[in-house]
């Protein structure tokens, strides 16, 4: 996912969520905290699995029982999910996902990725560039990084 610093300048209740959306909601028990915050190397992983996600934090919106909310939504503003952690349980979150991907389940397929390969950091990642285009891979060229 793209990091604070490297999304497009998109207002999210402007630009992705509209009053019509209808998003599906379900619960997870990975913290939004975990795929969101400090962790530079789940990241960079995170970066080349979602590469046209971003995140923004949005501390006491205007909703009942929400003190946190995490917002992910596509560079081109086609899908949204949001999770919410109430201020009180950091076992369960409520996910909301709206559009074209479920962009959460897709963040936590990455993150298991991430984990189920030894939680790499950047020095185990390459790249291979040619005329075609560009492939990532971890730990050998014969083993590529997809989305």
């Given at each position: 996912?793209?990091?604070r610093?490297q999304r497009r300048?998109?207002?999210i209740?402007?630009?992705?969520?509209?009053?019509?959306?209808?998003?599906?909601?379900?619960?997870?028990?990975?913290?939004?905290?975990?795929?969101?915050?400090?962790?530079?190397?789940?990241?960079?992983a995170?970066?080349?699995r979602?590469?046209?996600?971003?995140?923004a934090w949005?501390?006491?919106?205007?909703?009942?029982?929400?003190?946190?909310?995490l917002?992910?939504?596509?560079?081109?503003?086609?899908?949204?999910?949001a999770?919410?952690?109430d201020?009180?349980c950091?076992?369960r979150?409520?996910?909301?996902?709206?559009g074209?991907?479920?962009?959460?389940?897709?963040?936590?397929?990455?993150?298991?990725?991430?984990?189920?390969?030894?939680?790499p950091?950047?020095n185990?990642?390459?790249?291979?560039?040619?005329?075609a285009?560009?492939?990532?891979?971890?730990?050998?060229?014969?083993?590529?990084?997809?989305?």
């Amino acid at each position: 996912m793209l990091m604070r610093g490297q999304r497009r300048n998109l207002r999210i209740f402007r630009d992705v969520v509209r009053d019509g959306h209808r998003p599906e909601e379900s619960s997870t028990a990975l913290s939004p905290w975990t795929v969101a915050d400090d962790d530079w190397d789940l990241q960079f992983a995170l970066g080349l699995r979602c590469p046209d996600l971003w995140y923004a934090w949005h501390d006491a919106p205007a909703v009942d029982g929400v003190a946190t909310r995490l917002w992910i939504a596509t560079t081109d503003a086609t899908a949204w999910a949001a999770v919410d952690h109430d201020g009180r349980c950091n076992d369960r979150f409520t996910v909301w996902q709206h559009g074209t991907r479920r962009l959460w389940d897709e963040v936590e397929a990455a993150h298991d990725w991430y984990v189920r390969h030894g939680r790499p950091g950047p020095n185990r990642f390459g790249i291979t560039v040619h005329p075609a285009g560009q492939r990532t891979w971890l730990d050998d060229p014969a083993r590529p990084v997809t989305r």
